[in-house]
């Protein structure tokens, strides 16, 4: 009695059974960009006479809103 040879997954069965995403929408990468910069510009306008770090954090908050917006965009208004 011959033995059923195992089953192998290949590259096609696998993307069968999975939803094909990207990790990252590119609405997302865009709000990161954006938000961060923006963020960052106004926090230097804002403390251009007392320099010290907190720009960065500002950015990062910003970058990090930035992120969640591009996620809404393309949560609503994607097909």
Do not use: C
């Amino acid at each position: 009695m011959a033995r059923p040879k195992p089953r192998r997954f290949t590259q096609s069965a696998r993307q069968d059974n999975s939803v094909n995403r990207d990790w990252m929408p590119l609405s997302a990468l865009a709000g990161i960009m954006a938000g961060f910069l923006l963020a960052y510009l106004i926090a230097e306008m804002a403390l251009y006479l007392r320099p010290h770090p907190l720009h960065w954090l500002v950015a990062a908050i910003g970058g990090g809103i930035g992120y969640a917006g591009g996620l809404a965009w393309d949560f609503w208004y994607s097909g």
